[in-house]
């Protein structure tokens, strides 16, 4: 079977004032149709960066990226981001122009078919009765609701969702990880979800890609069936990914949280 | 650890002093800036009137009722209406001009740094030089007349204009420039559609500025045209009632600039301000 996406051996570096850093090195992995594909690292793994890279907002000094078979060369609607920013929502437009404009502005839809669809996700996410809202009255979970709904109904190849619920609260969080779940058994999206928590990746992902820090590379890949369960020698999931990204000494730590 | 006892109450529904009570007229009207400003502007207009009465000299100071008396003979004669009509439009020239090279040079900044550089320097030699100072030059180049006001009138609003977009430009939030170019959208359309709406409560600043700036360096303008010129302004007016001595006429004047600054800040710029950059919840 062909991979929807393939990342091969990809180095990503960028400089800053006085340093050239090298984010990722010589990543791959693929993402196949309806995958929720989640990349789980600690921070300075290089994760954000090299989902931007998929995103098509970097490119990789080594190695290539490539959607059905096509190398990614720049940004474009087929791969559509949700940002961890509460303010990625654009506050001049209401909730329901911000999803209009996306469509519009990319030439995915004319306008009337635009208002359509964009009514349809706003249902969706339940923000009906938000629709004509602008985006700074509404709380942090709900503008995250937006910009997935109007990440959705541009209905791209692939969502690629920065951390999306790293800034609100646990609650809201867990929340919106069973919309999210809930979402794709409807539509069976594709997506490529950037987290740090591991319950989060646990419960999102089906499959899960460890990295390790500065540089990020590959650790392990694992499947998951969305429930830390334990596997065939007894330990729980979440425990082997712990083990896999910070070594056997702290396993301690987590036998203890249970 | 002390061992306690689990705790429920009921909650009561009715027997509150105050739940939710509309406020009376008069607290109200105090709330209201507007109301508050209004009887300030009387109580001031009263001691003006007081005092100008006191001294009796209306050459010095005529009283506020001479005043407005004065505005009203004048606005009936035509004279006062025909200065202002004047001022406007040669300010709306002026500002007009300003706007259109500001956007070329923010434009010119935006797409290269060379132009950065350039809009930086410029703004940094210029925007500092009270444009009046440059109208014995603007004379020189221009003559008497509508061309060297206008000039100055460009120096006041261009460097404000340009200096305040293109700082707001840069401070757009990034993700906001992901978002944009996320949808595949033009060079233009991204000016257009990202970035200036991103940078408004910047560009809103910059052309209150600008304006000021103008308002104030055209009627200094006219003043110094006076002297030489019959080209008829606001500052013109009130620099030949003085001469003939009509002081009265020449409050009269400087009231008119005073209400027409007034005008355009709050119904102009605040009416503006509140369908944008308020409605979007971009300024407090």
């Known amino acids: 079977m062909v991979p929807l996406l393939s990342v091969e051996g990809v180095t990503l570096r960028y ?39 998929v995103g098509g907002y970097i490119q990789p000094t080594e190695g290539r990226i490539r959607l059905n078979t096509t ?8 791969r559509v981001f949700v940002f961890q920013e509460f303010d990625q929502l654009l506050p001049w437009k209401t909730v329901k122009e911000n999803i209009v404009f996306a469509l519009t502005a990319s030439g ?85 979800f950037v987290t740090h928590s591991i319950p989060e990746a646990i419960r999102v992902g089906n499959r899960v890609l460890l990295m390790s820090a500065h540089p990020g590379q590959v650790r392990a890949e694992v499947n998951s069936r969305g429930a830390d369960v334990p596997d065939a020698s007894g330990k729980a999931l979440s425990a082997r990914i712990h083990e896999l990204l910070f070594g056997e000494g702290t396993q301690q730590g987590v036998a203890n949280h249970g | 650890m002390v061992e306690r006892t689990e705790l429920f109450h009921e909650v009561s529904t009715a027997g509150f002093d105050v739940v939710e009570k509309p406020l009376s007229a008069w607290e109200k009207l105090y709330d209201n800036g507007a109301v508050r400003k209004t009887a300030l502007l009387a109580i001031l207009a009263g001691a003006w009137e007081l005092y100008a009465r006191w001294l009796g000299n209306p050459l010095l100071v005529p009283t506020f009722s001479a005043t407005v008396g004065a505005l009203f003979a004048s606005v009936a004669s035509g004279a006062l209406p025909r200065a202002a009509v004047y001022t406007i439009s040669m300010l709306l020239k002026g500002y007009a001009a300003g706007l259109a ?155 008119t600039v005073i209400l027409f600054g007034l005008a355009v800040e709050n119904l102009i710029f605040k009416t503006i301000e509140s369908r944008t950059v308020r409605r979007w919840g971009m300024q407090a």
């Open chain 2, 101 to 255: 090279i500001a956007a070329l040079l923010t434009a010119f900044a935006t797409g290269t740094r060379i132009g950065a550089d350039l809009l930086e320097t410029l703004t940094a030699m210029f925007n500092p030089l009270p444009s009046i100072a440059l109208l014995p030059l603007a004379l020189v180049w221009f003559g008497l007349g509508a061309g060297s006001v206008i000039f100055v009138l460009i120096h006041a609003v261009l460097w404000a204009v340009a200096l305040n977009t293109f700082a707001g430009f840069r401070s757009v939030s990034p993700t906001w420039k992901m978002v944009g170019q996320n949808y595949g959208l033009s060079r233009a359309s991204y000016i257009a559609r990202i970035l200036i709406p991103g940078a408004f409560p910047s560009i809103l600043t910059g052309l209150k500025v600008g304006w000021a700036f103008a308002w104030r360096t055209l009627i200094a303008a006219e003043l110094v045209f006076g002297v030489s010129s019959g080209s008829g302004g606001l500052g013109w007016f009130i620099f030949e009632r003085k001469n003939q001595l009509l002081i009265a006429d020449v409050f009269a004047g400087l009231l």
């Open chain 1, 71 to 78: 190398n990614i060369t720049g940004p474009g609607p087929d």
């Open chain 1, 15 to 53: 400089r800053t004032r006085d340093h050239l850093v090298t984010a990722t090195y010589r990543v791959s992995f693929n993402l196949f149709q309806s995958d929720r594909f989640v990349v789980l690292g600690p921070s300075g793994c290089g994760k954000s960066t090299l989902l931007k890279a």
């Open chain 1, 108 to 192: 995915k839809l004319p306008r009337p078919q635009a208002e359509e669809r964009a009514v349809h996700y706003i249902a969706k996410v339940n923000l009906t009765e938000f629709a004509l809202s602008y985006p700074h009255t509404l709380s942090g979970g709900m503008k995250q609701r937006v910009a997935i709904a109007r990440a959705m109904a541009m209905e791209p190849q692939i969502l690629l969702m920065d951390e999306p619920f790293a800034a609100l609260d646990a609650l809201t969080r867990a929340k919106m990880q069973e919309e999210l779940l809930q979402l794709w058994e409807e539509t069976k999206f594709t997506v490529l």
